[in-house]
C-alpha cells in the first residue's frame, strides 16, 4: 500500500532531483549520450525538448510525485527478495 502522503521529506525530493539533474549533465559529456541525443533530434526532440522536461522535473512537489506513483505503481505486482 503506498502511503496517503509523500513518503519523502522537501529536502530529500530537491537531493534527488539534484543528483538526477547532475547525472544528465554529467552523461552528456559522454560520445554515447551525445550520439542518443542526436538520434532523439530525429525524433523530434530537441535540446529544448530537453532543457523543457527538465525544468518540469525540477518543479514537481511531492505530492505531484506520489500520485506519479500511485497512477503507476501497483504494490501488489512488487516482489521484494532478501
Not at 22 to 43: G, I, K, M, P, Y
Not at 55 to 74: C, F, P, Y
Request: hydrophobic letters at 40%; charged letters at 25%.
Amino acid at each position: 500500500q503506498l502511503p496517503p502522503e509523500p513518503p519523502y521529506t522537501a529536502e530529500e525530493i530537491a537531493d534527488a532531483k539534484k543528483g538526477w539533474l547532475q547525472s544528465r549533465n554529467v552523461s552528456r559529456a559522454t560520445d554515447r549520450e551525445l550520439a542518443s541525443t542526436l538520434h532523439c533530434v530525429t525524433d523530434g526532440r530537441t535540446l529544448a525538448w530537453d532543457e523543457a522536461f527538465e525544468k518540469n522535473v525540477q518543479a514537481l512537489t511531492g505530492d505531484q510525485i506520489l500520485r506519479a506513483m500511485r497512477a503507476h505503481i501497483d504494490p501488489a505486482k512488487i516482489s521484494i527478495v532478501q
